[in-house]
């Protein structure tokens, strides 16, 4: 019988066209784009390993998948794992940024090339493959284990949470592994154990019926100027968030959280280098840290704005319409209707009465008990895969935003990351890609932490 890291390779190599196939299935969910096909698709995968399926679709939005594997009967049938992946990727443009097709898998250097391959579809497949490659062995796989697929995480998850309170007898666990994770730019392997949370806006402003001569801005105000000032008067030039409020209610990490976090150090230099940065980072004006900045406070962001002409050459209009995205990672306390509030409050009061607000999204932060003994057992079984002397990097709270807190309020699990990115993945850009090298390591730890848990 094969050792399991010679089954992971076999399996790596005999399923390689089938993952390659997933990997074509252009699943956006923002443009509902091959939903349905894909969903059969994660349900073949799942069966096709040895798991039984359950397609949930009663509480709207797009389905979630149900996977379940039992343990083998020499195994513990007490213990259960959940794994929470999702299907949908990002859309692919900008096409002219990248070197190969979007949905068409492609090897180059050691790396695979695909929207969607390191966010999330890789990491739902090599969980796949470690249990495949531990069934295979006389003693079968050692607990329980259970998939949450969903198809609207790139979407801000919108109907998640009642599928999760709905099924939460379903979707009981002893612990849940989240879909990313990978190798930050020091190539420390990075489990992430939080999420901050997410209030996502438009932004709208109309100064007239029609755009104008632009000689007409001696004496006519326009929607352009109204929303910059109106979002000027957000943060100011030191990056501080100037709206009465919108730090309220922030929990205080723990002692040993906030210890964790200052033992890690993001190398700027690095960072400048992958993004090609031009100005230097904006926690140099602020009273916490780089560190700190990314695991315990909020963010404001503009992600977009758009008014009058923007074609080549020139136009002078007064622009009658202004919008912009704006986009405010929380933490643990926060909540997205609060932050609405306290920013409509902040603008009526500044006298920008007339630029309206929406609120697209809102997701509430999540961090869990780093002392928790099962996320003390992912980090021990990474350190047998990729060795103490690599790094192995427990964090509480990553920087992007995700949907992990229904699974602290229905499911009441703890939560850690595993997955197979580096730092130059670039999920949701052009060229994303993982390294083979990873992938093939991600498998081999979750087949470690399985046999450990």
Request: with cysteine.
């Amino acid at each position: 019988m094969l050792t399991t890291d010679h089954a992971v390779k076999e399996i790596i190599r005999e399923r390689k066209e089938e993952f390659f196939d997933y990997l074509r299935l252009a699943s956006v969910s923002t443009q509902n784009r091959n939903i349905l096909p894909t969903v059969k698709y994660v349900e073949q995968m799942i069966q096709k390993t040895g798991g039984e399926t359950q397609v949930l679709d009663d509480c709207g939005g797009n389905p979630v998948v149900y996977g379940y594997f039992p343990a083998g009967e020499k195994d513990n049938p007490d213990k259960t794992v959940l794994f929470y992946n999702h299907y949908d990727v990002q859309p692919e443009d900008p096409l002219d940024e990248w070197k190969s097709e979007p949905f068409e898998p492609t090897v180059r250097d050691g790396k695979l090339f695909c929207r969607g391959v390191a966010d999330n579809k890789a990491n739902f497949v090599v969980r796949l493959y470690a249990i495949q490659a531990l069934m295979a062995t006389e003693d079968g796989l050692p607990c329980n284990v259970k998939f949450l697929v969903e198809g609207e995480e790139e979407n801000g998850s919108p109907n998640l949470g009642p599928y999760i309170k709905k099924y939460a007898d379903l979707f009981s666990s002893d612990g849940c592994i989240w879909e990313f994770g990978g190798k930050d730019e020091e190539e420390n392997f990075v489990i992430q154990t939080g999420v901050k949370g997410m209030a996502y806006f438009d932004l709208l402003v109309e100064s007239a019926n029609v755009d104008i001569h632009s000689s007409l801005g001696a004496v006519i105000d326009n929607a352009a100027w109204r929303l910059t000032h109106a979002l000027a008067s957000l943060k100011n030039k030191e990056n501080q968030v100037l709206v009465d409020g919108f730090y309220d209610n922030i929990e205080e990490p723990s002692d040993y959280a906030r210890e964790v976090v200052n033992q890690q150090k993001v190398n700027s230099e690095k960072m400048t280098k992958i993004y090609g940065l031009k100005h230097p980072f904006i926690t140099k004006d602020l009273d916490w840290s780089t560190e700190e900045a990314l695991t315990f406070y909020p963010t404001m962001t503009i992600s977009g704005l758009l008014s009058g002409y923007t074609d080549e050459g020139t136009k002078t209009v007064l622009p009658r319409k202004a919008s912009a995205k704006l986009d405010c990672r929380l933490v643990p306390g926060q909540d997205p209707k609060h932050i609405e509030q306290v920013i409509r409050k902040h603008l009526d009061k500044e006298g920008f009465q007339d630029v309206e607000l929406f609120l697209l999204k809102g997701l509430k932060a999540f961090r869990s008990d780093l002392e928790s003994p099962f996320l003390q057992t992912v980090k021990k079984a990474a350190e047998k895969v990729y060795g103490k002397e690599s790094g192995v990097v427990l964090s509480p709270t990553n920087a992007g935003s995700g949907p992990m807190a229904y699974f602290g309020e229905y499911l009441n699990v703890p939560v850690a990351s595993s997955g197979c990115g580096y730092a130059e993945s670039k999920a949701h850009g052009p060229n994303e890609s993982i390294r083979l090298k990873d992938f093939e390591d991600g498998a081999l730890h979750m087949v470690q932490f399985l046999k450990d848990f």
